[in-house]
């Protein structure tokens, strides 16, 4: 059926809103579990009556939209969010630099998408998964400004031979995320004879989180930038902007000149600092539209007077059991890294014998940063496979007598076993425990990046 206006398509496409997959598939197709893809599929042949393609141009070609399916989930504290990203069109490398972001490929298909999304339920067969809202997506003005980077940062990583060191935490919305995991995944780019992961345009999972929670939650989320900043400063830029002034003032002097108050020892630190600074006070990180949509994560660095970080900087728990199961792509360590961006907000220390008694901390600046993807590929990975081998061989853990306590020692990797990341304690205490996959506990343990690591990251914060 040709469907001749989007308010046609729209009204169509809201009439799925209810259903189950079950309800609406003719084919039998969804009784396929294994099948990846196939509930568009339902979608395009059962609903709206076309046949299956995969034609270059967008699937409502006559009105140049793109028809999207995609789940979300419902978080343990209630709310939902976007289940994975929104693979686009693969990424032709030879053809993709040919063009200029208006004419690329990811623009004459995706421009405007139908985004159909259901609700995935752990446990639920696919025939039972319901379709909850229908959105014609156009972008923004203010996102399309920060896509457009997105894109060029993409397509002069293609045009410098780097094709093979493309990362999704390179860029903030749209990313170059990978299409495959072997080696018949490999494609040749136009300027390097090193063949290159085959990758495909996607909108992150954090963009589609940020337009769920503001198309089906309703949220209310802050903006920081403004589409007339965008066209001139990439969000970087704009950060360093706002941040810049305070540079070399006291966490003291800061909150004086803006009237705030700060208790720099309290857990909403970070929190309180960031928003006042965008001229946002009060709202929360993660109500912040543009962070939220970029997976931009958060970082306080305290340096000590000689410019080495005060302490290691600490992420997630272990939960060892997910480690001995998981292959290292679906691994928390390798999508972590892969996808994401942290800003560093770096303070220091500075020893003054009569102006600073306290020891007070001092603005140095931020620092936006993803882990290289040389980096992940190589010693994140065979770290991971390191510990991976530990734990399948039995974590060695060995009672020792320290003073009038007794503390069990193990012998996964310390601080400077690849002068990148190390395991250590994160509990409460040493009673503070977790299962291995033996059966055995262990106090819980935590991933953590070297403090001397974090020192050569923030080493130039001037650096974009």
Known sequence: MLYKTQEELLTKA??????????????????????????????EESFFGYEINSEKEADFSNLGIELKVTPIKENKNGTLSAKERLVLNIINYHEEVEHEFQTSSFWQKNEKILLMFYLWKKGFKRADYKLIKSHLHTYPVEDLAIIEQDWKVIVDKIKQGRAHELSEADTNYLAACT?????????????SDEMAMQRAFSLKQSYMTALV?????????????????????????????????????????????????????????????????????????????????????????????????????????????????????ESWISKYFEETKLLFVVFQYIERKNDNPNRQLYFRGIKLWNMPKKTIDEPLKDFWLHVKTLI?????????????????????????????????????????????????????????????????????????
């Open 14 to 43: 809201k009439m799925a809103e209810g259903k189950t997959f079950g309800e609406i598939d003719q084919t039998g197709r969804v009784q396929n579990e294994r099948a990846k893809g196939h509930l568009g599929q339902v979608i």
């Open 179 to 191: 299409k495959g995991a072997s080696k018949n995944s490999l494609r040749t780019q136009p300027y």
């Open 213 to 329: 929670r503001k198309l089906i939650q309703k949220e209310d989320l802050k903006r920081f930038t403004t589409n007339k900043e965008l066209e001139h400063k990439s969000l970087i830029g704009l950060l360093e902007d706002k941040f810049s002034p305070y540079k070399g003032m006291s966490i003291e002097e800061i909150a004086q000149k803006e009237n705030y108050k700060i208790n720099s020892n309290s857990k909403n630190f970070l929190q309180q600092f960031i928003s006042s600074l965008l001229g946002i006070q009060g709202t929360k990180l993660n109500q912040i539209e543009e962070f939220a949509k970029a997976n931009i994560q958060f970082k306080t660095v305290r340096l000590e007077p000689n410019g080495i970080p005060r302490e290691h900087m600490s992420f997630k728990n272990i939960n060892f059991i997910e480690w001995e199961k998981e292959d290292w792509d």
């Open 392 to 464: 399948n061989k039995g974590i060695e853990l060995t009672p020792v007598q320290q003073k009038n306590r007794v503390i069990v020692k193990n012998n996964l990797p310390k601080p400077g076993f690849n002068s990148i990341c190390h395991i250590r304690p994160k509990g409460r205490d040493g009673k503070d425990k977790i299962a291995l996959p033996d059966g055995r506990m262990i106090a819980k343990q935590g991933f953590w990046l070297d403090k001397k690591y974090i020192q050569q990251i923030i080493s130039n914060l001037n650096e974009v």
